[in-house]
């Protein structure tokens, strides 16, 4: 994957079928320990990834984006 730039914005685009959440995590190991809100520690955010093929093809392949560079 290509860096990314982060930007903040107050426009959201429309939910789309074409648009996959991506979960962004600290490291490939998806595990961490759960916040006081129930998420897990290693869990940073969704990226909004355009994509020609529905979101559902990413969703049940379990595609995710990680901070890391060395696999532990």
């Known amino acids: 994957m290509p860096t990314v730039w982060i930007k903040p914005t107050t426009e959201v685009p429309k939910p789309s079928e074409y648009?996959?959440?991506?979960p962004l995590y600290k490291t490939v190991d998806r595990s961490g320990d759960l916040d006081s809100t129930g998420h897990s520690t290693n869990y940073i955010l969704d990226l909004k990834m355009p994509t020609s093929e529905p979101k559902d093809k990413w969703t049940k392949a379990g595609v995710a984006?990680?901070?890391s560079l060395?696999?532990?």
């Not at 648009?19 to 991506?22: E, G, P, R, T």
Request: hydrophobic fraction near 40%; glycine fraction near 0%; proline fraction near 0%.
């Open 65 to 67: 984006a990680v901070l």
């Open 70 to 72: 060395k696999y532990e």
């Open 19 to 22: 648009i996959y959440n991506c």
